[in-house]
């Protein structure tokens, strides 16, 4: 197991019972329709995050559909979330004895009363206990220093750019060497890497490492672009069920070009797994 100095020692939420659990709850109106409530303590700036909203549709489908966990999921981000109630409609689209198939979108009312679709996702879910142990891979975890050798943003001397109510709500230290934007001299590479986890201590699950791959600032921080980069479209690979302890995150980005990036991330768990994948498409603001 890596070296994670300074973990949290305080009274850890258990899974289930937990503030993102509270927060991602939804509540089956009928077949296929869920009530929810957006919390604003997933914010940034004043756009609901991406990995949040994926984690509450993701709930839905785990509920809706026969198989438990997250195999493969792919949102496309069609207007800006509101914190408030919201509703998800589900469909089942097939059904297998290995995996099923679903979709499912989350509607909110805009200031006219009209009923605005803000994200649909279509997934595929499994059950990642019955997954055989076989691994074969070239991919290593990252190089990341010991957490009390990294920086959260409770440690800038000024409120980090970006960031807003999300951050009271995660564990979360960046690598120095890719810290270089929070001192107005970022290094021009598209990288960002930190020790990861939720601020109450609840462990990682499958659902919450929805949340996860879209929770560190974006790499454009470290292209020197700051401000806000939208979602387009975002595919996660989970690919085991984490263990115990702090997660590591390695996001990286190789292209940016017409006003657009991606961001290619992986979650290593405490045992060394490489337990999820993702991309995303993003849009940065020039100029």
Request: charged content about 20%; some cysteine.
């Amino acid at each position: 197991m890596p070296e994670a100095a300074s973990a949290p020692s305080s009274p850890r939420a258990m899974i289930g019972d937990s503030e993102f659990d509270r927060d991602t709850a939804v509540t089956r109106r009928e077949a296929d329709v869920y009530d929810t409530d957006l919390s604003a303590g997933w914010t940034i700036i004043n756009a609901v995050n991406g990995g949040y909203l994926l984690a509450v549709l993701g709930r839905a489908l785990a509920d809706a559909l026969p198989h438990p966990d997250p195999f493969t999921v792919s949102a496309h981000y069609l207007t800006a979330s509101r914190p408030g109630p919201a509703v998800v409609r589900t469909q089942t689209v097939r059904t297998g004895r290995t995996l099923s198939t679903g979709q499912a979108s989350l509607f909110q009312y805009d200031d006219q009363g009209d009923e605005v679709e803000r994200i649909r996702v279509l997934a595929s879910y499994g059950d990642l206990s019955a997954l055989p142990d076989d691994v074969r891979t070239t991919a290593t975890p990252p190089a990341i220093p010991p957490m009390d050798q990294c920086f959260g943003p409770a440690d800038a001397p000024a409120p980090v750019p970006g960031s807003s109510a999300i951050t009271d709500r995660l564990m979360l230290k960046l690598d120095p060497a890719t810290l270089g934007w929070a001192l107005g001299a970022p290094s021009g590479k598209g990288e960002m890497r930190a020790w990861f986890g939720l601020a109450d201590g609840r462990d990682a699950d499958p659902l919450s490492l929805l949340l996860t791959v879209d929770a560190l600032p974006p790499t454009a921080f470290e292209i020197g672009i700051m401000g806000w980069v939208p979602t387009v479209e975002l595919t996660v690979h989970v690919r085991h069920r984490p263990a115990p302890g702090p997660l590591r995150v390695a996001i990286t980005t190789r292209n940016l070009a017409g006003g657009y990036l991606e961001e290619d991330a992986e979650v290593w768990d405490s045992a060394d797994r490489l337990v999820a994948q993702s991309r995303q498409l993003a849009r940065v603001r020039l100029g």
